[in-house]
């Protein structure tokens, strides 16, 4: 039996956990999730919905599908589950109702972890890698084996940080010869135990990664190979203040697949200089910020193995050979507020390209206000200026916002009534203003907490 129509979503599932210990945000530019503190910890999210599945006649079956993804973490250990059940309504005499071969171990287990990103002396994880990073970032950054949950891949990270030195490495598929990574660093002056205040903490890194089979086909040689240098100074280190400076080159050297199936080799390199901060108020408030100055040449983009790499990963080197050179302003800012509020935000802008500009934000409430859950997002492309036709918050056809606001009509479980609003908007060819296309689609949400 095959899937032949797509999952329809009609209830969604969001579930916290709360245990010994609480879950923190993760609003770290990694994008890793495992940056947690130590203790028992859970959460879950997933949904519910309807699949038409074709059995051996050719007849349509309409299965549930109940898809639920717990985490859990005792200690530093943590485990994630994906669990995919689908029941057949309607199942044929001596025919199980529920489909097994879905609830084989390696479907379910997503991925087993020791330790958090950065945890000394080490940290491990074994098969879903999503919002891996490597250093900085500039050539691996925030990057999911993930994609479809029919093909698992299974991945594994190891990162061993001591006084002195240390390296982050990366398999993203041990079945097969895919993507590996490492990142090896050291910190000279400790190393040469010399005691040197604040710059004894300079760090000094080499990243080498290897797409050894993009388009996954053995026949092709189009092996993509990225390797990079680092500097990154801790300026400041307190409890409620983390500031680091960093400067960080790579080179990308690919096979581009041409028309005639033949490959051609292109390379291209850039470098950036940046700050990362981290501030935590007294537990009340949390701030991450990151802001980079990039100077990009022919045939080179930053964050080239990022979240999004394997889904277009046999396309993806051909990309590089459109690419202009070019220097701009990259920022990223995430907050969090007594872990009632959340608020994220990127923009970046392109130096002598006019409307380069690209922003997002995006702001959660989930239980600030009794009964309320709220979700607000805004994307921007298209910037030139902070006001005027191509002003950040001038709306027009570049825009879309869209808002979830819930009321929880039954508390334990959680039982909320979500209202989306999407707005889109478009020129009109005859009166040149801007119309709106309004989107509202109501839903219902369920949020467990154990």
Request: charged share 20%; proline share 4%; aromatic share 12%.
């Amino acid at each position: 039996m095959k899937p032949i129509v797509t999952l329809m979503i009609i209830t969604g599932i969001l579930l916290s956990g709360t245990g010994l210990g609480r879950a923190q945000n993760n609003l770290m530019f990694s994008g890793d999730p495992n940056s947690v503190q130590a203790g028992l910890t859970g959460g879950m999210m997933g949904g519910v919905g309807v699949s038409f599945i074709e059995d051996d006649d050719g007849e349509m079956e309409t299965w549930v599908n109940l898809n639920l993804q717990p985490e859990l973490r005792f200690g530093k250990f943590g485990i994630g589950l994906h669990l995919d059940l689908l029941v057949n309504t309607a199942p044929d005499s001596g025919e199980d109702a529920i489909r097994t071969e879905d609830l084989e171990f390696t479907k379910i287990v997503r991925y087993l972890s020791y330790g958090w990103k950065g945890s000394k002396p080490l940290y491990a994880r074994l098969g879903d890698l999503s919002g891996y990073s490597l250093g900085d970032g500039f050539l691996f950054y925030s990057y999911s084996n993930q994609i479809n949950e029919d093909n698992r891949k299974l991945g594994l990270a190891v990162d061993v940080n001591l006084e002195k030195f240390g390296v982050e490495t990366v398999t993203t598929d041990l079945g097969r010869l895919g993507i590996i990574g490492a990142r090896p660093y050291v910190r000279p002056l400790k190393l040469a135990n010399l005691n040197v205040p604040l710059l004894d903490k300079l760090e000094a890194g080499f990243t080498f990664v290897e797409d050894f089979d993009p388009d996954e086909n053995t026949n092709t040689d189009d092996e993509t190979i990225a390797y990079g240098i680092d500097l990154g100074l801790p300026v400041i280190q307190t409890k409620p203040l983390n500031l680091r400076l960093y400067w960080d080159w790579a080179t990308i050297t690919a096979q581009v697949p041409q028309m005639d199936g033949s490959f051609e080799e292109i390379d291209g390199a850039g470098q950036a200089l940046g700050t990362a901060a981290t501030f935590n108020g007294l537990g009340l408030l949390t701030l991450n910020a990151r802001l980079e100055r990039r100077w990009l040449g022919e045939n080179f983009i930053p964050n080239y193995f990022n979240a999004l790499y394997e889904v277009h990963r046999a396309e993806r080197a051909q990309a590089l050979q459109t690419v202009e050179e070019k220097s701009g302003t990259f920022g990223e800012l995430g907050g969090d507020f007594l872990g009632k509020a959340t608020l994220k935000g990127s923009y970046q802008y392109i130096d002598d390209i006019k409307y380069s500009g690209v922003f997002h934000a995006e702001a959660s409430i989930p239980d600030a206000i009794p009964k309320i859950w709220a979700f607000a997002a805004y994307d921007r492309t298209h910037i030139e200026t902070m006001t005027g036709t191509y002003g950040l918050f001038k709306v027009n056809q570049y825009s879309l916002a869209y808002v979830d606001v819930g009321y929880k009509l039954k508390e334990v479980p959680d039982i909320i009534l979500v209202m989306h609003y999407e707005w889109s908007f478009r020129e009109n060819e005859e009166t040149g203003e801007i119309d709106t296309i309004q989107k509202i689609t109501p839903r219902i949400q369920v949020n467990f907490t154990f």
